[in-house]
């Protein structure tokens, strides 16, 4: 598959990556401004890829 082919994939794992961010914050608060840092960065990538 061509890099073109497998994007969605990575974007993808991209926002699964910076939800789990979340998960792990509910236990440790004080990672949280890290968790919405990390999601903030894939939904933005995300987001330049499909423009």
Do not use: C, I
């Not at 598959?1 to 993808?12: H, I, K, R, Y």
């Not at 004080?30 to 999601?39: G, N, S, V």
């Not at 960065?41 to 995300?46: L, M």
């Amino acid at each position: 598959m061509s890099d073109a082919e497998l994007a969605p994939f990575v974007w993808l794992r991209r926002l699964y990556a910076g939800a789990w961010w979340f998960v792990h914050a509910a236990r440790e608060p004080a990672d949280l401004p890290e968790a919405r840092r990390r999601l903030a960065s894939a939904v933005t990538g995300v987001g330049a890829g499909l423009g």
